[in-house]
């Protein structure tokens, strides 16, 4: 700055000799940088250190090469891959496969539980439940249980209603396991398959019908079918009264769970098409669940047997008189 020393107001800037100084330019990128993180705060920054970049100046007017090491970089992409959860991609005969279909832990199989249990208007149990993340794992466990306890619920029904039988022998009935699992696991997954498949064709010929993945369906059945097990063991108790009531407060609440569901998707379709799927799924879940409370908890009415009555002869003896 250089000032005339007669008048104070004429004083003016002058620039430095051999251009900016290495600290002005230095500051005016800084002041460049907070402009552009004022004007993006989100924006993403990358620092370069020395060790990491190298500039060399060729002929006094060359370009500048600037060699970053990105190493760092890409291991933090690669750890955020798997916290992402992303879940491993392989071909159907490998144990990845389906490994990825068991990828649950229990607080969210205890929330679907907890769905299943609670249907209430307006939620859908795919939406709200499972969150684009069916599994496999809360299904088969639900399915295998419930084997096992109308299976042997049928069995000690049997035994305490011939408990007062004299001629009664209990014996332990093994194919009733068999029947069970072949009816439960068949309903489980073919009907799904049915249903997914028919609303698939209707999504082709209907473009404005949405859908769900095979896996979601399969999973929404599996876990609609949990409020027999309480119910299959409550059925023990010999009163035809309460085993009635319980099989229709199941069905309510497991019949809701379905039609909450799939009414959303199967609204979409024509009038006469939307209400035969509907009233499909229920007939189907309502035979399942009357064919398992007759089969393995029928009460026997035993019908007293009238005694034998032994037919009089009346002999009319002759004599003779002498």
């Known amino acids: 700055m250089i000032c005339n020393s007669k008048a104070l107001s004429g004083c003016k800037k002058t620039p430095a000799k051999g251009g900016s100084s290495p600290l002005n330019s230095q500051g005016r990128k800084f002041d460049e940088a907070a402009e552009l993180l004022s004007a993006d ?32 970089e890409e291991g933090e992409e690669e750890s955020s891959e798997l916290l992402g959860g992303q879940k491993p991609t392989g071909g159907f005969w490998t144990f990845e496969y389906y490994q990825s279909f068991f990828n649950v832990d229990t607080v969210q199989v205890l929330d679907r539980v907890k769905g299943s249990l609670m249907p209430l208007p307006g939620r859908n149990f795919i939406k709200h439940n499972l969150r684009s993340n069916p599994d496999l794992y809360g299904p088969f466990w639900i399915c295998v249980t419930l084997v096992f306890s109308v299976a042997i619920g049928g069995n000690l029904s049997s035994f305490l209603s011939e408990k007062g039988n004299p001629s009664y022998h209990y014996r332990p009935q093994f194919h009733r396991v068999t029947i069970a699992a072949l009816v439960i696991f068949m309903y489980a997954w073919l009907v799904p398959v049915g249903l997914w498949g028919f609303l698939t064709w209707r999504q082709g010929a209907e473009r404005q019908i949405g859908g769900y993945s095979f896996l979601e369906t399969v999973c929404v059945y599996g876990y609609s079918l949990f409020i027999y097990i309480p119910t299959s063991v409550l059925w023990i108790i010999p009163f035809e009264w309460l085993r009635w009531t319980l099989i229709l407060i199941a069905m309510v609440i497991s019949g809701s769970v379905l039609v909450l569901t799939f009414w959303p998707v199967v609204r979409e379709d024509t009038k006469v098409m939307a209400v035969a799927t509907v009233v499909t799924i229920v007939v189907l879940h309502t035979l399942l669940a009357v064919g398992c409370k007759m089969y393995f908890f029928q009460t026997e009415v035993h019908v007293p047997s009238a005694a034998p009555i032994t037919p009089t002869i009346n002999m009319t003896i002759a004599t003779k008189a002498h």
């Open 41 to 72: 705060p989100g924006a993403s920054t990358l620092s370069m250190s020395a060790s990491n970049t190298s500039t060399t100046a060729a002929g006094g007017g060359g370009g500048e090469d600037v060699k970053l090491d990105l190493s760092e």
